[in-house]
């Protein structure tokens, strides 16, 4: 069974950081692509950042060279990281961990976390981003 647990997030001043944590288990990580999604109140639920098995990363335009996404899957535990440097209120969301097939990630969706199948959620984490 595969399992995402997100650690990390909280409450910051604009132009402050954060760090977000996820563990993954249960599925084989070589084959899979590890990211972050955010849900921003009403909005879409954007893809933020993703590493496939092969480390190539993406991240959004918006917040590169801000953020930066990390995997470590030392001592038989995946681990997905995002640091999220000089935070701005619009940062200000839900951020999920997600895991998927590398063509299965979306760039957005209707709403974190999306009912896809193929797709597997962590059971989010708050970032407010305070003026």
């Known amino acids: 069974e595969v399992h995402l647990v997100e650690s990390g997030g909280g409450s910051v001043q604009a132009g402050g950081s954060l760090g977000l944590s996820c563990t993954v288990s249960g599925f084989p990580t070589d084959e899979f692509s590890v990211g972050w999604y955010r849900q921003v109140r009403s909005d879409d639920c954007e893809l933020v950042s993703r590493?496939?098995?092969?480390?190539?990363?993406?991240?959004l335009a918006s917040v590169k060279g801000r953020f930066a996404a990390s995997q470590d899957d030392a001592e038989n535990t995946f681990m997905s990281y995002l640091l999220m440097n000089d935070l701005k209120p619009e940062d200000t969301a839900v951020y999920y961990c997600s895991a998927a097939g590398h063509d299965d990630f979306g760039w957005s969706f209707a709403a974190c976390p999306y009912p896809k199948p193929s797709i597997y959620w962590g059971q989010g984490t708050q970032v407010n981003v305070s003026t």
């Open positions: 590493v496939s098995p092969t480390r190539r990363t993406y991240v």
